[in-house]
């Protein structure tokens, strides 16, 4: 009896967290971004990872291509394998052996038979990542980005009669349905345009073919205003930092104040169809950030300038960060509840780059719940989950079969490390190594050492959920500071813990929430509960919370029960193991290698039960 083919397929993203996400028979085998192999923070062109599937398969039966843009699309002569003119990617992934040796029209990559290039569809790839994880088997899709995918705006639409006009995807809203042949619809789509143009609503065909769906499927909405990401990346760069680095707004945001200089970011309903931003304040400058139209806030001129930018220190920083978190929260609020609506479910799922907002996914909490909206919000709602999504499309697409994925985020490569593996590591950075148990580790944050865990595979997204984290003390009153020191981070920066889930309640609020396991909401804490872990809790009295069960992650669960067995708090201080402007630590090299180049001196590693230790004081 001939035993059944297993079906290869891999998704990958091209552009900034730039991966690849391995399927085996619908399952995720692998799935990575660039920059933990290359070392170098939201790194493109995942070269190095497409390398990687070759410890896993060396052959694929389809590939999906996700981006902004097809890869044909500005693929000058550098950009293409040299003599036969492939696309670098394909010309990669045909070399590698992974996808056939074909003739084909090497212009368009869709053309090689095993490859789908989602170059279009960026938000819906966002959307198939987050719809298959959620628990539900209908919902409304909100996918809210700074820029998705570039898409050219049909003729007699837009200015000068539409010719040569591009709308970028700013906010989708589509409708999941995982019976259905065609489980992922467009409801509507909100696209910006750098250019001044008169906004305009028009059917869905002026902006072209949606793969799998009908033309007139859903309405769009055209203007030359700024995305709520937009918005909130005007911000960021106007406190000093990348407009990817936005999470360091949102952590600034409890240190401002409302502020009457600053106006509205937003106008007051100019539009029927859709939040628009406040043009005479932010200016988009499509497809990368935005900025803040400085004339027009009252004394910007006294902010303090620090290598051409404006500091984050200053108070109008500050107030500018609670402008854009509380207002743009608001209008996310508004926008679920008009998914909810438009799609007639009483389930949401958020995606996309301001879904790891967790500020913002805690607030809309109170009304959802008072309205009986049922919410997910994916944790990989950055770039790096189009990989995903490219994968699940393109299985639906060989297969017309739709996955359902856990949520297991563990996804990276797992290494096995002999015990010469562990010794060579520890000689180049004159480490030593001994065995070590639970309780060990337990006695050393007990007395205030940082000890970061390395075990299993790597976690996909921004989070780091213990298998590659920095551990410490949460009671400790000078925690925070002692620790955004060593990490080398700004001084306002909160950090985050991780609570055994049957304690989460009588710890903190979850409005209604029966665990928060990818640490997806700062969420308040119960009454008494701030003074107990002072080094976790935000100047606004709240905690980016991670609820473990033993399930979960065993090793880690296991830890955090000996703390709270020896010390009578459930709770760990929990951060990324990295320092600032850094990526996760992928190997163990690179978790002792950063533990060479700071003042940590302790790295556990519970598979194999040893501690690894730098003499750095």
């Known amino acids: 009896m001939n035993e059944q083919k297993d079906t290869w397929i891999l998704g990958l993203t091209r552009g900034h967290n730039a991966g690849v996400c ?49 890869a044909r699309v500005g693929s000058g002569e550098d950009s293409r394998t040299e003599f036969t003119g492939e696309n670098v990617y ?68 837009g200015p000068n009669g539409g010719k040569n006009t591009i709308g970028w995807e700013v906010e989708t809203i589509f409708k999941g349905n995982k019976e259905a042949k065609n489980p992922i619809i467009t409801k509507f789509k909100c696209l910006g345009s750098r250019d001044p143009i008169i906004s305009s609503t028009f059917e869905s065909e002026a902006t072209g073919f949606m793969r799998r769906e009908g033309l007139n499927d859903h309405k769009a909405y055209l203007n030359d205003h700024a995305g709520t990401v937009k918005i909130y990346e005007a911000v960021t760069e106007f406190c000093g930092w990348q407009a990817i680095e936005a999470g360091k707004t949102m952590g600034l945001s409890p240190y401002g104040k409302p502020n009457d200089k600053i106006d509205p970011l937003y106008m007051d309903k100019q539009s029927k169809y859709w939040p628009t931003s406040n043009r005479n304040i932010v200016v988009p400058n499509y497809p990368n950030g935005a900025f803040i139209n400085q004339n027009l806030i009252k004394d910007y001129a006294d902010v303090n300038v620090a290598e051409g930018k404006y500091h984050y220190d200053h108070q109008l920083a500050k107030d500018l960060a609670y402008a854009v978190q509380t207002e743009t929260q608001e209008q996310m609020l508004e926008m679920i509840i008009k998914a909810s609506e438009m799609c007639d479910s009483k389930n949401v799922v958020i995606s996309g780059g301001y879904g790891l907002n967790c500020v913002a996914n805690y607030f809309y909490l109170d009304k959802l719940n008072e309205l009986g909206i049922k919410l997910y919000v994916e944790p990989i709602s950055n770039d790096a989950g189009t990989a995903i999504g490219a994968a699940l499309f393109a299985h639906l697409e060989h297969t017309e079969k739709f996955i359902d994925l856990d949520k297991n985020i563990y996804l990276g490569q797992t290494y096995n490390y002999t015990t010469d ?179 940590i001196e302790y790295l556990y590693l519970p598979e194999y039960g040893k501690l690894i230790k730098v003499d750095n004081k």
């Open 421 to 599: 593996d562990m010794d060579k590591v520890c000689n180049l950075y004159e480490a030593k190594i001994k065995d070590a148990s639970k309780e060990d580790i337990v006695k050393l944050i007990k007395d205030r050492n940082i000890v970061t865990i390395f075990q299993g595979g790597c976690e996909n997204g921004p989070r780091a959920l213990g298998n590659r984290s920095i551990l410490y003390d949460p009671t400790d009153p000078n925690g925070k500071d002692h620790v955004n020191k060593i990490k080398k981070r700004e001084y306002f920066r909160p950090f985050a813990g991780t609570i055994l889930k049957e304690h989460v309640h009588e710890w903190f609020d979850l409005k209604g929430m029966e665990d928060t396991p990818h640490m997806m909401y700062a969420v308040n804490c119960q009454p008494g509960i701030e003074d107990k872990i002072p080094s976790i809790i935000h100047v606004d009295g709240t905690c980016r919370i991670q609820t473990v069960t033993e399930e979960e992650n065993a090793n880690y669960y296991n830890l955090i029960k000996e703390w709270y067995k020896q010390t009578d708090c459930p709770i760990i201080f929990n951060t990324s193991f990295n320092l600032g402007g850094e990526p996760l630590v992928e190997t163990l090299d690179d978790a002792v290698r950063t533990l060479a180049n700071s003042d």
């Open 90 to 157: 394909a010309g990669l992934l045909r070399k590698l052996g992974l996808i056939e040796n074909t003739t084909y029209d090497v212009d368009i990559a869709d053309e090689h038979p095993q490859i789908t290039d989602y170059g279009m569809e960026h938000h819906k790839l966002h959307a198939f990542t987050a719809f298959s994880k959620s628990d539900f088997d209908e919902a409304a899709i909100l996918i809210v980005d700074g820029a998705g995918s570039f898409l050219p705006i049909k003729d007699g639409i």
């Open 22 to 70: 391995l399927l085996k028979n619908g399952k995720i085998v692998f799935c990575t971004e660039e920059e933990r192999y290359t070392r170098k923070k939201y790194d493109g062109a995942p070269y190095r990872s497409i390398i990687e599937v070759l410890k896993y398969t060396d052959k694929l039966d389809a590939v999906g291509f996700a981006h902004t843009q097809p």
